[in-house]
């Protein structure tokens, strides 16, 4: 396994339902979008404990909307597009094309058509993502890895030390992506 992307978080949980997670590392991906919202969104799931495939395939049959982005879910190809939000591209430069397309509301089209920033990943990743997060959570680690490996799969490891986590990186990210 080679981690392509990453982001680091020191983990200080404050009650069940807020988290306040420091960056030890901001590297500038579309981990971004994911960070964003496991970090201010994923409280209000967390409140509806059992997590299970089940409620999040009802929870996000027509996506979420969040402060930092947006989930859009293409059901047809399987497939969660995290986006940026509204107030970040509100500047851009549009067209008719891109104006038609916001009035539709088709997100997913915006981001395949690289209007928006974006980050793509399987529903199973999706949901394997929120699973995991959820456990992480549960056993309130000092330090948590979010990262992206060769594969195109997401993740989320626990630490209990800064150093062990960033052995890990060491050990599995390319030359480049350690400097990130």
Known sequence: MIIQKHDMFSLKLNNAFRIDISPIT???????????????????????????????????????????????????????YFSESYHTYDRKPMTPEIEELLEEANFIELCKIEFLDYVVMTKD?????????????DQAPPFALLYEDDKNWFD?????????????????????????
Do not use: C
């Not at 971004?32 to 409140?47: D, E, P, Q, T």
């Not at 699973?131 to 992480?136: A, G, N, S, Y």
């Open 125 to 137: 990743n999706f949901y394997h993502l929120l699973l995991v997060w959820d456990e992480i959570l």
């Open 26 to 80: 901001k590297p500038i991906n579309n981990i971004f979008y994911i960070r964003m919202f496991l970090i201010y969104s994923f409280g209000y799931l967390k409140s509806k404990k059992p997590l299970t495939i089940h409620k999040l395939n009802l929870f996000f049959e027509d996506g979420m909307s969040f402060e930092e982005g947006d989930i859009n879910i293409d059901n047809k190809n399987n497939k969660v």
């Open 156 to 180: 989320i490891l626990s630490f209990d030390s800064k150093e062990a986590m960033e052995e890990f990186v060491a050990d599995h990210a390319q030359p480049e992506e350690i400097q990130k």
